[in-house]
């Protein structure tokens, strides 16, 4: 049993933010699409590109790469979490997923544009390992902090992760625009080599919120007979929410809200790289002035006393 409101529970907590956030902002969104749209423009001499003997536009292919993974994410996650929830596994349906996710981030290092089908492979591993993990970390807010403080402790853990992120994209660019004076034979072997960092920077430091975060024992044992209980737990979710039609509208509007935010976050790489003709250090700084702006909110909201509103 977790000690709720423990300050060093809360941070090993939080710290899970710090070492995931730099896959989405790294790879979903400052740097990974550009060097794919690249890449995959110089090795088949522009933007129609051979995947498994059909011809598709690099842009597109991605965006339905990264669509399909979360789909994937949509129809696994209750299932899973429901076994989670019925089985005490949490922690492990964390960690299978962040090493999924981390791992094919590493991968990325060998994607060199011709292998295409290898590079949305482990584009497609490396958004599920990352939505995957996101669900059991959330679900485990409850259990580290008391209602009255759970958005402060939300928020707290977004700021550390704009925070990490900044850092390790800041590295990333410094590695690019010197990469002769690092040893790289050049920009795009120093792009590659920070696929690397952001998949060990993720499995390192997650490593802090394993150690502290503890599985809550049901006395349940893994079995294939688990699975039906979970389906049976993810109906009872969906018999309550029904039966609540304020919480109903709620996601529904949330739903809504997240699919268009989520879709912008992910696309607009490719959008000023296609539309506005955005080069790849002007898309990066203002990626950066984004982060600092998401550092002052979200540290803003962690200050407000939102328990006295």
């Given at each position: 049993?977790?000690?709720?409101?423990?300050k060093?529970?809360?941070?090993?907590w939080a710290s899970?933010?710090?070492?995931?956030?730099?896959?989405?902002?790294i790879?979903?969104?400052a740097?990974f699409p550009?060097?794919?749209?690249a890449?995959?423009k110089?090795?088949?001499?522009?933007?129609?590109?051979e995947?498994?003997?059909f011809?598709i536009?690099?842009?597109?292919?991605?965006?339905?790469?990264i669509?399909?993974s979360f789909?994937l994410?949509?129809?696994?996650s209750?299932v899973?979490?429901?076994?989670?929830?019925?089985?005490?596994?949490?922690?492990r349906?964390?960690q299978?997923f962040?090493y999924?996710?981390?791992?094919?981030c590493?991968?990325?290092?060998?994607f060199?544009?011709?292998n295409v089908?290898?590079g949305?492979?482990c584009?497609v591993f490396?958004?599920?390992?990352?939505?995957g993990s996101?669900?059991f970390?959330?679900?485990?807010?409850?259990?580290?902090a008391?209602?009255?403080r759970?958005?402060r402790?939300?928020?707290?853990g977004?700021?550390?992760?704009?925070?990490?992120?900044?850092?390790?994209?800041?590295?990333?660019?410094v590695?690019?625009q010197?990469s002769?004076t690092f040893?790289f034979?050049?920009?795009?072997a120093?792009?590659?080599?920070?696929?690397?960092?952001?998949g060990?920077?993720?499995?390192?430091f997650?490593?802090?919120?394993?150690?502290y975060l503890?599985?809550r024992?049901t006395?349940k044992?893994?079995s294939?007979?688990?699975?039906?209980?979970g389906?049976?737990?993810?109906?009872?979710?969906?018999k309550q929410?029904?039966?609540r039609?304020?919480?109903k509208?709620?996601?529904?509007?949330?739903?809504?809200?997240?699919?268009?935010?989520?879709?912008?976050?992910?696309l607009a790489?490719?959008?000023?790289?296609k539309?506005?003709?955005m080069?790849?250090?002007?898309?990066i700084?203002i990626?950066?002035i984004?982060?600092?702006v998401a550092?002052?909110?979200?540290?803003?909201f962690a200050?407000?006393?939102f328990?006295?509103?």
């Open positions: 049993m977790l000690e709720k409101n423990n060093r529970l809360i941070n090993a899970f933010d710090w070492s995931n956030s730099v896959y989405n902002l790879v979903t969104t740097i550009i060097y794919y749209l890449m995959t110089e090795a088949f001499g522009g933007e129609m590109v995947f498994w003997g011809s536009k690099n842009s597109v292919l991605y965006s339905y790469a669509a399909f789909l994410i949509v129809f696994i209750p899973l979490s429901g076994i989670a929830d019925y089985g005490g596994m949490k922690k349906f964390m299978f962040t999924l996710g981390s791992l094919a590493i991968g990325l290092y060998f060199t544009g011709e089908e290898y949305i492979a584009s490396a958004s599920v390992g990352y939505a996101l669900v970390y959330n679900g485990f807010l409850p259990e580290v008391s209602p009255d759970m958005d402790v939300s928020a707290k977004y700021a550390l992760g704009y925070i990490g992120s900044v850092i390790l994209l800041i590295i990333n660019l590695l690019y010197q002769e040893g034979e050049s920009g795009t120093a792009t590659r080599f920070g696929f690397i960092l952001v060990v920077w993720w499995l390192g997650s490593q802090i919120s394993f150690f503890k599985d024992s006395g044992k893994f294939l007979d688990i699975l039906g209980k389906i049976e737990e993810l109906k009872k979710v969906f929410v029904s039966a039609m304020v919480m509208r709620y996601l529904t509007a949330f739903f809504l809200f997240s699919m268009g935010v989520q879709t912008v976050m992910l790489p490719l959008f000023a790289d539309i506005i003709g080069g790849a250090d002007e898309m700084y990626v950066l984004l982060q600092v550092i002052i909110g979200a540290y803003f200050w407000l006393p328990s006295d509103l």
